[in-house]
C-alpha cells in the first residue's frame, strides 16, 4: 500500500463479501478480519491480490524482514542516476555534444525502474475507476520522458551539438524534459522512503509483547521429572517449574515452593509480591527468587499478557493520521488535473500545431505533479522529530502530532512515572535510646543476604550512612511474605513486617501512611522501624504545576493502593487520582474520559500501561520503562535530569508536536496553493515544462526550508 487510499480500496472490497468485517490499517500493512468458516483465509488473500496488492497470511515464526530494501534500493539508484541529469540538462555549459542521448540513457531506469512503484500503483488504481497522487507521478514522469524521447528521435533536437536554452514561455516544440521525469520520480521517493522509516516501527508494540512469552518450559510428569517443553503445547492443567530469574511461561496457580515474582510490568506495583502455595501467578511475570512448581490455569489467548495484546492492537487500530489531509486534498485534485490536461491538450490542437499542445499539456501535468504535497508530512516530521531526539523527546510519527494539537487532559501512571521505579529509605524511626546508625547497621546485616527490593533500599541507606565494612548476619533465614531473621554479635535480629514481629512476641506500634514499614527487632525487644517508599521524580511538581499553568488537566492514573497514590497526589499538588486499577481498567479509564470528550495523552513506562497508552490519543512513555510500553507510545521520553527522565520533557513534546503540525499544515497548504496559482499558468501556454519542472523544484524547496524551520525550535522551559 502507498496511501491511506489504498487501506480504504482493501477495505471496502473485503467488506463488500458476504460475512466478512474487514478493518486495514495503513500503518502496520495489516487487515483484521472476521470472516466465516465458508470464506478461507486464500480467498480473502486472493482478493487483495486482485486489487493489484499483496497479501500473505500472518505467522509468528516468519523472519522479520527488511521490507524498506527495495525502497532504499531504488531510491540509492534515483538519487545516483537523476543528479548528472539534472546537472546537464539545466546548465548549459554542461552541455557537451550528444549529451541529450546520454540523458536519455541514464533518465530510463529512473522513470522505469526505480518510479515503477507509482506506475504500479496508478495501473492499479486505474483498473478500480480511481486515481491518486501516484496517478499523476506516474503520468509526469512517462510523459514527460516519451515526450522527450520523440522529440529526441523525431524532431532536430537530437543533432549534435544542440544546446538547450532556457525560455520562461513558449519553446513547447523542441524542447527535452528528461531532467523532468527523472527528478519529479528521485523528489518523490525522498518522501516515500521518510514516510516510510516511520510506519516501519508501527508493529514493534505487539511483536514486543509476543516476545515477553516463554517459548520452552519445563514441565513436570507424573513421576516429578522435568521435560524441557515448547511453551505452545501447555495445556490447563499441566505442572511447570519456574526457577529464579525465569519468566512464567502461563497463568497459573502455584502448587509448592515460595518466593518474590515481579509482576510490575502487568501490574504496575513497584515491590514483587510474594508467593506460596495456591498464590496466583500471571504469565510473562518474573520469579526473583525461590523455585516455584506452577500449574497451568489459562493457556494461549486466555492469558492476562494475551488480553493486553489485544487491547493494545485494538486501540493502535482506530489511530488517525495526518497525511489522510493529503490523502483527502489529492482524491479531489487529481481528477481534476487530468481533466485540465485533457482539456487544455484539445484547446491547444484548434489553436496551434500538436507539438505545441502536447507540451502545453505535459506542462501542466509537471507544474500541478504534487511533489511538494508528497514532502510536507515526511520532512517536516523528519525536522520535528530530529529537534525532539536534541531535546531527549522522541516523536514516533505523524499520528502524534495530530492527537497533540488537540490535548486537554494528561494521564499519568505512578509507578515508574512520576515515581523513580525504586524503592529508598523514606525515615527512620528508632526506638527509645536506639540512634539511627545502630537501627540501619542491625538491619542491613540481615537484609544485605535477601534481593527483595526491600531489603536492598535499606542496605543501600546503611552503606550511605554507616559507610563500609558492614557485617553481614549469620544463620539467615526468610519467611516468604512476611521478612527474615539472623545472628549478629550473638544477638538474634528480627526484620520484616508487624505480624511477623507480633508472632514472635515482639511488642510492635501502630503505623500511618502509604509508606511500606521494616520493623527491627533485637533478642525480642524492637530496635525501631525504617520506611521505605518509591521516590517521587525530582521533576514531577514541576512537570503537574506546568500542565496546570498551560490548562491542561493532570491524572494519575495507578495500579497501586489509594493511600499510596495519595501520597503522591499530596507531593505533586492538585490532581486527579484513580487508584487500584487493572491494565484493563487503565485502558478503559482513559476510553471513559475520551467519551466525556476529554483528549488524552497516556504518559506511562509499563506493560501494564500499554494497553492504555495505544488507548489515549496520545501515548507518551517514560524512557526507563519496558520496551512494550515505549513500542507502543507515539512520544517517548529520554531527557535526563540528575541521572533521572525529565519529566517536564512530557510538555514540551506537546509544544513541539504542535509546533511540527502547524509546520505540516503550512506545508501542505503552500503545496495546494502553489498548484492552484502554476495550472492556470501552465494551461494558457505562459509556463513552458522547464519551467514548470523548475517551479515544482521550487515548490519542494520551499516545502523542506519551512520545515527546517524546526531546527531553530526552543521549548518555553529553555527561556527560564
Not at 488473500?45 to 524482514?65: F, I, W
Not at 513558449?170 to 521525469?181: K, N, R
Request: proline residues 4%.
Amino acid at each position: 500500500m502507498t496511501c491511506a487510499a489504498c487501506a480504504n480500496r482493501i477495505e471496502r472490497k473485503l467488506n463488500r463479501i458476504d460475512g466478512v468485517r474487514a478493518t486495514v490499517n495503513f500503518a502496520t500493512a495489516t487487515a483484521t478480519v472476521t470472516h466465516p468458516a465458508a470464506v478461507p483465509v486464500t480467498d480473502l488473500v486472493a482478493v487483495v491480490t486482485a486489487l493489484g496488492y499483496t497479501a500473505q497470511p500472518p505467522s509468528t515464526d516468519a523472519p522479520d524482514t527488511d521490507r524498506d530494501r527495495p525502497l532504499r534500493l531504488r531510491l540509492a539508484g534515483a538519487v545516483a542516476l537523476s543528479v548528472p541529469v539534472m546537472a546537464v540538462s539545466m546548465a548549459p555549459a554542461l552541455q557537451f555534444s550528444g549529451w541529450q542521448w546520454v540523458v536519455a540513457a541514464l533518465s530510463a531506469p529512473v522513470v522505469g525502474w526505480a518510479g515503477w512503484p507509482f506506475h504500479r500503483a496508478a495501473l492499479a488504481n486505474a483498473r478500480q475507476g480511481a486515481a491518486s497522487m501516484d496517478t499523476l507521478v506516474s503520468l509526469g514522469a512517462l510523459v514527460s520522458y516519451l515526450w522527450s524521447l520523440w522529440a529526441l528521435l523525431a524532431t532536430d533536437a537530437g543533432r549534435p551539438g544542440l544546446t538547450m536554452t532556457f525560455s520562461f514561455t513558449g519553446g513547447h516544440g523542441h524542447a527535452l524534459y528528461f531532467e523532468v521525469g527523472a527528478g519529479l520520480v528521485t523528489f518523490l521517493l525522498v518522501g516515500r522512503w521518510l514516510e516510510a522509516r516511520a510506519r516501519r516501527r508501527a508493529g514493534s508494540a505487539l511483536r514486543g509483547l509476543a516476545e515477553l512469552g516463554v517459548r520452552d518450559v519445563a514441565v513436570l510428569d507424573a513421576d516429578g521429572g522435568e521435560h524441557r517443553r515448547p511453551a505452545s503445547i501447555l495445556h490447563v492443567g499441566d505442572r511447570f517449574v519456574v526457577r529464579p530469574g525465569e519468566r512464567i511461561a502461563t497463568d497459573g496457580v502455584v502448587e509448592a515452593g515460595a518466593g518474590a515474582v515481579d509482576a510490575s510490568l502487568l501490574t504496575g506495583e513497584s515491590v514483587p509480591v510474594e508467593v506460596g502455595p495456591n498464590s496466583p501467578v500471571a504469565g510473562g511475570t518474573v520469579n526473583t527468587g525461590g523455585r516455584l512448581v506452577v500449574r497451568a490455569t489459562r493457556v494461549g489467548e486466555d492469558t492476562r499478557l494475551a488480553q493486553i495484546t489485544r487491547l493494545v492492537a485494538d486501540a493502535q487500530a482506530g489511530k488517525a493520521r495526518v497525511q489522510r489531509l493529503a490523502d483527502t486534498i489529492a482524491g479531489i485534485f487529481v481528477p481534476f488535473v487530468l481533466v485540465i490536461a485533457v482539456a487544455t491538450a484539445a484547446a491547444w490542437l484548434v489553436l496551434a500545431p500538436a507539438a505545441t499542445a502536447v507540451g502545453v499539456a505535459v506542462a501542466v501535468l509537471i507544474v500541478a505533479c504534487p511533489c511538494a504535497l508528497g514532502l510536507a508530512t515526511p520532512t517536516a516530521l523528519l525536522v520535528g522529530t530530529g529537534r525532539g531526539a536534541q531535546l531527549g523527546v522522541l516523536i514516533r510519527g505523524a499520528a502524534a502530532l495530530e492527537s497533540a494539537h488537540r490535548i486537554d487532559t494528561v494521564v499519568f501512571d505512578k509507578t515508574g512515572t512520576l515515581t523513580t521505579g525504586r524503592m529508598r529509605v523514606t525515615a527512620l524511626h528508632p526506638a527509645t535510646g536506639v540512634d539511627e546508625v545502630e537501627l540501619l547497621r542491625a538491619a542491613a546485616a540481615v537484609e544485605s543476604c535477601s534481593e527483595h527490593p526491600l531489603a536492598q533500599a535499606v542496605v543501600i541507606a546503611a552503606g550511605q550512612r554507616c559507610g563500609t565494612g558492614l557485617p553481614v548476619a549469620a544463620d539467615f533465614r526468610a519467611t516468604p511474605g512476611r521478612g527474615a531473621a539472623g545472628t549478629l554479635d550473638g544477638a538474634r535480629i528480627m526484620v520484616g513486617s508487624a505480624r511477623h514481629l507480633a508472632d514472635a512476641g515482639v511488642t510492635v506500634p501502630g503505623t500511618t501512611g502509604a509508606d511500606s514499614v521494616v520493623y527491627v527487632a533485637r533478642d525480642g525487644h524492637l530496635l525501631g522501624w525504617v520506611t521505605v517508599a518509591d521516590g517521587l521524580r525530582d521533576t514531577a511538581a514541576a512537570t503537574v504545576a506546568r500542565l496546570r499553568d498551560a490548562g491542561l488537566r493532570p491524572v494519575l492514573l495507578t495500579g497501586d493502593t489509594p493511600a499510596a497514590a495519595d501520597a503522591v497526589a499530596t507531593q505533586v499538588g492538585p490532581i486527579e487520582v484513580y487508584a487500584g486499577v487493572s491494565p484493563e481498567d487503565k485502558a478503559a479509564t482513559v476510553r471513559r474520559l475520551r467519551a466525556e470528550g476529554r483528549a488524552v495523552a497516556m504518559v506511562g513506562d509499563g506493560v501494564n500501561d500499554a494497553a492504555a497508552l495505544a488507548e489515549a490519543d496520545l501515548g507518551i512513555a517514560v524512557a526507563t520503562g519496558s520496551d512494550i510500553t515505549i513500542e507502543a507510545s507515539d512520544v517517548t521520553l529520554v531527557r535526563a535530569d540528575a541521572g533521572t527522565v525529565d519529566l517536564t520533557a512530557a510538555v514540551d513534546a506537546l509544544a513541539l508536536a504542535r509546533a511540527t503540525l502547524r509546520t505540516i499544515k503550512g506545508n501542505l497548504f503552500w503545496a495546494f496553493a502553489y498548484n492552484t496559482l502554476m495550472i492556470p499558468l501552465a494551461a494558457t501556454g505562459l509556463v513552458n515544462p522547464m519551467v514548470a519542472a523548475a517551479a515544482m523544484a521550487a515548490s519542494s524547496l520551499l516545502v523542506v526550508l519551512n520545515s527546517l524551520r524546526l531546527t531553530r525550535w526552543q521549548p518555553a522551559s529553555a527561556a527560564r
